[in-house]
């Protein structure tokens, strides 16, 4: 799809982050919107800033509606792409964007978590996916857009919740497309694979209390220590996204970090594990020793 202007798209995590910077970006473009997120309030001020973006045309005002969902939930999914072709009366695509993040070891993790972020990051893309489909083929220009990250093709100690999810939804995107591909359909798909991107991601992200001692200090020190890693903007990712769809890209990679760790993981495609072990426990040196100046200094100022 080379342009978006008139087009229709549905964007699942809108209220914030990428999903924000996709619809004011589309916005700019003429591109009408249906927005859904958990967080109502955050959702209609994604409304908001998207209509304010909006190319002002005479008589023909972007259309933007939105809708409050779970997008784990697999009948709201499908009752908000049926609202979707009945309010704009056609969709050309679909960014399957909503994600949470969970950060927890494998033996401490509460099944609750896991479902909660399989639930999340993995069905909600299915059905996201699922729902759409049939519109965006009705529609005769359609683009599938789902959400993986770099840690959908690099693992990382703690993250095993959040890795299994975003491995599956690459590999789920990846066959996706080739079924498309044989179609012919005038659908494709897209995996996107972003670095480190500032956004509320990390703050809003579930630490599990087994992680305290084991790879970091404290609940806010892991969240504020990980955010150092998000080196990207969300516009430049939503930027990098768009160009990624024009180009009708199978793979988009975000930000040096997501290339630097593909390249890693295809030049050592098992050994990589042992620099990241590495890193990981000269991180936790240092989170460890942070603290224990920290205590020590509020000891003195006690004294
Ligand atoms: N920020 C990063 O560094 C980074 C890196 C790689 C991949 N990603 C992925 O990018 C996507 C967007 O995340 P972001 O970084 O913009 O985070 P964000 O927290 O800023 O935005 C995520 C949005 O999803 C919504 N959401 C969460 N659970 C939901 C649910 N069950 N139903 C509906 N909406 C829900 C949240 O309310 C929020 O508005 C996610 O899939 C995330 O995993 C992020």
């Not at 069905?123 to 996201?128: A, I, K, R, S």
């Not at 693992?155 to 959040?162: E, F, H, N, V």
């Not at 930027?239 to 024009?246: A, Q």
């Not at 890693?264 to 460890?288: C, D, F, G, W």
Request: hydrophobic share 45%; net charge positive; proline share 2%.
């Amino acid at each position: 799809m080379k342009n978006f202007t008139d087009r229709v798209a549905a964007i699942t995590g809108a209220g914030s982050g990428m999903g924000r910077s996709l619809a004011i970006a589309l916005a700019r473009e003429g591109c009408h919107l249906s927005l859904a997120d958990r967080n109502a309030t955050s959702l209609a001020e994604t409304a908001q800033l998207a209509q304010a973006a909006a190319p002002q045309v005479v008589g023909a005002p972007l259309r933007i509606t939105t809708r409050a969902l779970d997008v784990s939930d697999r009948a709201a999914m499908f009752d908000w792409a049926a609202e979707t072709v009945a309010q704009h009366h056609r969709v050309n695509l679909v960014f399957n964007n909503a994600g949470v993040a969970l950060s927890s070891t494998i033996e401490g993790m509460e099944y609750s978590d896991l479902e909660w972020i399989v639930g999340v990051n993995f069905w909600g893309v299915v059905h996201g996916t699922k729902a759409f489909l049939p519109h965006l083929k009705a529609s005769g220009a359609g683009h599938i857009v789902n959400t993986s990250s770099l840690f959908g093709i690099f693992a990382q100690p703690g993250m095993s919740g959040y890795n299994a999810t975003k491995f599956a939804v690459r590999g789920f995107t990846e066959s996706l497309r080739q079924e498309l591909d044989l179609m012919n359909c005038g659908v494709s798909a897209t995996s996107v694979h972003p670095g480190g991107i500032q956004t509320g991601i990390a703050q809003s992200g579930r630490i599990s209390k087994n992680m305290i001692g084991f790879m970091i200090e404290s609940e806010q020190q892991g969240k504020d220590d990980f955010e150092k890693f998000f080196i990207t903007t969300a516009d430049e990712a939503a930027r990098v996204i768009l160009d990624g769809v024009r180009k009708n890209k199978r793979r988009v990679l975000i930000g040096r970090d997501a290339k630097a760790g593909d390249w890693l993981a295809r030049i050592l495609p098992s050994a990589y594990q042992v620099l990241v072990v590495m890193q990981t426990r000269r991180m936790a040196r240092i989170a460890h020793k942070r603290a224990l100046a920290r205590d020590a200094a509020a000891t003195s100022r006690r004294a």
